[in-house]
């Protein structure tokens, strides 16, 4: 790829419009349009005019021996930024069919149409807009329902990837309703999960689940590794019948799970080529640019995050800003710190070597710049985050950024 942006170069006749043309072309064939009346393309235009003004060999040069083309095509999607969420649930006019005959779950994958690897649009094609959006999982995400369908999604903010899709009895009326040929009632697993079933009878088909959440009047079931949880009522006439079934990207075991100071999490090394991590790690994840620098990824169902600068990996970061996220996987070090672990452990293990920054009076986060090691804290001084780093890599101070991340 490297080789493709130095073919760029090398045709390059000293004419910014002829360079970019021809970079536009090989982005084509990566399968990125970009409009030349766009305001991105113009946006592109202008910085390289720029750069030809001040030294037009050197512009040339920086292409063809400097960009990694991957960097150079990733930089340019960022540009065209894809419509807002908000008018992503409204682009697409709803199809006039009836929705798809297809109800079967397959956790970790689909819920009959409705697909993990689709975004908010491709929901809206089939559902029609969203009637409502109540605060997302985390930061970086929205919920949409479609109430009147028993239907829920988790989208990723920026790029309206599906994150989790969700049945539910719909609010709206009964629990057998009927709508544009769909009732959620109808979506069942291959074992008969579906809504209305028994607790128990999910437990006989799926196994005892990995983890078991209690709270508001209901229990959820988690299947971590198969992709799906399961929500049973606790109260009322329909006391131990589902009442909601989400799927999410699954999370199969990753490694050894151990955190190694300056080298890696789990499988998830320093240094490691940013191709090879998404690779190794699969769909799911939330992207976003850094204002100090690099771009951080992060995948909610492993609970596990990195920096990447220049192709490569600066840092690695394990956290649950969620209930829901990797609660199946303890990640640790040799000395059994993790997540929850409390001050007084981490500062017996790392406190010698350890810089300490403060919020308001308490500890906010340990750095061990020696170890490569660092750990954030909540206002109770247990372990909220921790992330490993090479110092010679990280692309800015982790002091300034490690509080920004999930």
Same mark, same amino acid.
């Given at each position: 790829m490297v080789a493709s942006a130095r073919i760029a170069a090398n045709y390059c006749t000293g004419t910014t419009r002829g360079l970019l043309n021809l970079a536009l072309v090989n982005m084509r064939h990566c399968g990125i349009n970009v409009d030349q009346k766009s305001t991105a393309y113009n946006n592109i235009y202008n910085k390289l005019l720029s750069d030809f003004i001040k030294d037009s060999d050197q512009a040339c040069n920086s292409l063809g021996q400097q960009l990694d083309y991957v960097r150079f095509i990733r930089d340019v999607e960022a540009t065209v930024a894809p419509p807002a969420i908000e008018e992503q649930n409204k682009a697409s006019p709803p199809s006039s069919e009836p929705i798809s005959t297809d109800k079967l779950i397959v956790p970790g994958?689909?819920?009959?149409?409705?697909?993990?690897?689709?975004?908010?649009?491709?929901?809206?094609?089939?559902?029609?807009?969203?009637?409502k959006e109540p605060p997302g999982l985390w930061r970086f995400s929205k919920m949409f329902e479609w109430d009147k369908l028993g239907v829920s999604a988790q989208v990723d903010s920026s790029t309206g990837k599906v994150l989790a899709v969700g049945i539910f009895v719909s609010s709206s009326g009964p629990w057998d309703m009927t709508i544009k040929g769909f009732s959620s009632a109808d979506y069942t697993t291959a074992k008969g999960i579906r809504l209305g079933a028994r607790r128990e009878d999910a437990i006989s088909a799926l196994g005892p689940p990995e983890r078991t959440v209690s709270g508001g009047g209901a229990t959820s079931l988690y299947y971590g590794r198969r992709g799906m949880r399961v929500t049973a009522v606790d109260l009322g006439p329909h006391a131990g019948e589902i009442s909601q079934i989400r799927i999410f990207w699954p999370t199969p075991p990753l490694g050894d799970s151990m955190i190694i100071p300056r080298e890696r999490i789990s499988n998830v090394?320093?240094?490691?080529?940013?191709?090879?991590?998404?690779?190794?790690?699969?769909?799911?994840?939330? @992207?976003?640019?850094? !204002?100090?620098?690099?771009?951080?990824?992060?995948?909610?169902?492993?609970? =596990?995050?990195?920096?990447?600068? #220049?192709?490569?990996?600066?840092?690695?970061?394990?956290?649950?800003?969620?209930?829901?996220?990797?609660?199946?996987?303890?990640?640790?070090?040799?000395?059994?710190?993790?997540?929850?672990?409390?001050?007084?452990?981490?500062?017996?293990?790392?406190?010698?070597?350890?810089?300490?920054?403060?919020?308001?009076?308490?500890?906010?986060?340990?750095?061990?710049?020696?170890?490569?090691?660092?750990?954030?804290?909540?206002?109770? @001084?247990?372990?909220? !985050?921790?992330?490993?780093?090479?110092?010679?890599?990280?692309?800015?101070? =982790?002091?300034?950024?490690?509080? #920004?991340?999930?």
């Open positions: 994958e689909r819920m009959g149409a409705l697909r993990l690897d689709m975004n908010i649009r491709d929901l809206v094609k089939i559902l029609g807009p969203a009637t090394g320093i240094g490691m080529a940013l191709d090879r991590a998404l690779a190794l790690l699969g769909g799911g994840y939330h @992207h976003e640019k850094e !204002a100090s620098g690099g771009d951080f990824y992060y995948w909610p169902h492993f609970g =596990l995050g990195f920096v990447e600068c #220049n192709g490569q990996i600066s840092s690695v970061r394990v956290a649950r800003p969620s209930e829901s996220d990797a609660g199946t996987i303890r990640y640790a070090t040799a000395d059994e710190l993790s997540l929850d672990s409390a001050l007084d452990e981490v500062e017996k293990a790392f406190g010698q070597s350890s810089t300490k920054q403060s919020s308001d009076g308490s500890i906010a986060s340990l750095v061990c710049d020696s170890s490569g090691i660092s750990f954030t804290f909540n206002s109770a @001084h247990k372990v909220v !985050a921790i992330e490993v780093f090479d110092p010679l890599r990280v692309c800015v101070s =982790l002091e300034k950024k490690i509080n #920004n991340r999930p």
